[in-house]
């Protein structure tokens, strides 16, 4: 259980709000809704990063599938002519 002292100085530190706004917040509930919605951010960014990053990681491996693919049997030909 954090004390309302640990609530606001992790506001302040981690998600920048200022002492005013803290110091409209009387009730301790309305303090840990404000933590809570300001970690939710944080954690939507995060898995928000990691969509994109999955996505581009998959178009780049769809892309490698294609040339493949397309490039195969010219592959083929150049080593049996190599060979």
């Known amino acids: 259980e954090m004390r309302v002292r640990d609530i606001k100085r992790r506001l302040v530190r981690t998600h920048g709000y200022s002492n005013t706004e803290l110091a409209k917040m009387l009730d301790k509930k309305e303090l840990i809704h404000t933590l809570?919605?300001?970690?939710?951010k944080v954690y939507q960014?995060?898995?928000?990063?990691k969509k994109r990053q999955r996505v581009k990681r998959g178009i780049i491996t769809a892309l490698i599938c294609v040339c493949v693919v397309l490039f195969w049997p010219l592959v083929v030909q150049v080593w049996e002519v190599g060979s």
């Open 36 to 40: 809570s919605y300001e970690e939710h």
């Open 45 to 49: 960014n995060i898995q928000e990063k």
